[in-house]
């Protein structure tokens, strides 16, 4: 989940003002790039406005704050082997062709 809220007062931090909008483009391109099977969501607040932008794994999971476009491959890469995705996708690579 990516916050892309952007508070009613400009003097209030907020995610969008941080351009929460171009991580979570970032995010998905890369997560696209990657064929990973992670579904990405755009979202509202979550109540860490000023540490934002503000990226949460759900369900229930760790929060990420003050992420970068320059640090989202990092982040998938450490995601990746926290939640095991490369092993899952080498196992699909195992798989003999069709037809075989
Ligand atoms: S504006 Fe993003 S956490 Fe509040």
Do not use: W, Y
């Amino acid at each position: 989940m990516v916050c892309i809220n952007r508070r009613l007062r400009s003097d209030l931090a907020s995610c969008a003002a941080r351009d929460s909008e171009g991580l979570a483009q970032a995010i998905e391109d890369a997560v696209h790039a990657r064929g990973l099977d992670i579904r990405v969501e755009r979202t509202v607040c979550m109540g860490r406005c000023n540490f934002g932008p503000t990226v949460r794994l759900a369900p229930g999971g760790a929060f990420r704050l003050g992420l970068t476009p320059e640090e989202v491959d990092t982040f998938l890469d450490d995601l990746e082997r926290e939640l095991g995705l490369k092993k899952e996708r080498s196992k699909i690579n195992d798989l003999p062709p069709p037809g075989s």
